[in-house]
């Protein structure tokens, strides 16, 4: 697969400790790093430029630890008696390859580092269905399956919030799903790293006008990261897209919606913030 055709990809890791322990219940700047250290395995200058180079919109997301129970002071207890997954998400076919080769190279039994705690990986999970967080497609089959549906649902898997700038004041956090501010999310990765991109004015004088919150249930939930606390919310939210004669914009948006998956939504994406996907009438 080379890196014009678009593929995107979503890879669940299955994960057991192997001792009982506890990790910060903020932990996705250390699965940023175990992300980061996994590809350096397979190709040290790729993991350099990941993390060095000053790229606008990395090509990658990284999930919180998944499967873990409620936080009692800051931190989450850990036990070989359960299984736990981690969910990377990458945008360009480079990045999966490398990544994969550094399970594929014959090592017994591959392992994966959260703080103190040291997981064994049992599955390294790809294939579409195999995991609710796993998948891959294409950004040409996103826009060919896309339809003008009018409402669109989205899950806010983990905290999300939007980074406005610094102000006199302070750095501007939305923290709130306001409809502009979560497509234009998405819209700028998408036309980051998608072969064909979408007009953004149009799109944008779409979004402005006929575009609005439904309905929604959602909270918010701090994060402890090692220097900083950052809120986001979590939940549901439903969007209606309105207007007449605007069916390419509406499929534009659904499209940007189902990329989700893979894209993430707002700030920090590659540190556990802005896990999001697309709900269907049976979830």
């Not at 080379?2 to 506890?22: C, H, M, T, W």
């Not at 699965?31 to 090509?59: G, M, N, Q, S």
């Not at 981690?86 to 959260?114: H, K, N, S, W, Y």
């Not at 294409?138 to 339809?147: D, I, M, N």
Request: aromatic share 12%; charged share 20%.
């Amino acid at each position: 697969m080379n890196s014009d055709q678009g593929f995107v990809y979503s890879i669940a890791l299955k994960l057991r400790p192997v001792r009982e322990g506890s990790i910060p219940a903020t932990a996705g700047h250390q699965a940023y790093a175990a992300f980061l250290a996994t590809v350096r395995r397979a190709d040290r200058a790729l993991a350099e430029v990941l993390h060095d180079a000053p790229l606008p919109i990395k090509p990658f997301t990284v999930s919180p630890l998944l499967g873990v129970p409620k936080a009692l002071e800051g931190r989450v207890a850990i036990t070989p008696a359960k299984d736990y997954y981690l969910r990377f998400t990458v945008l360009l076919p480079d990045i999966f390859q490398q990544f994969m080769r550094r399970f594929l190279a014959g090592e017994a039994r591959p392992t994966l580092r959260l703080g103190g705690v040291e997981f064994l990986i049992s599955e390294v999970l790809t294939t579409p269905g195999s995991s609710p967080w796993s998948g891959y497609t294409s950004f040409r089959q996103l826009w060919e399956r896309a339809k003008a549906a009018e409402e669109i649902t989205l899950k806010f898997a983990s905290p999300t919030a939007f980074n406005l700038g610094t102000k006199e004041w302070g750095k501007h956090f939305v923290v709130f799903p306001e409809p502009a501010l979560v497509f234009r999310s998405l819209l700028k990765v998408w036309n980051g790293y998608a072969p064909l991109a979408f007009a953004e004015e149009p799109l944008t004088e779409y979004m402005a006008k006929n575009v609005v919150v439904k309905r929604h249930g959602i909270r918010t939930q701090m994060l402890r990261y090692p220097r900083h606390f950052q809120i986001g919310f979590v939940g549901k939210v439903s969007y209606g897209l309105r207007g007449k004669g605007n069916e390419k914009e509406r499929r534009q948006l659904n499209a940007l919606a189902d990329f989700a998956f893979y894209s993430g939504v707002g700030y920090h994406t590659t540190m556990g913030m802005g896990q999001c996907y697309r709900m269907t009438n049976d979830q």
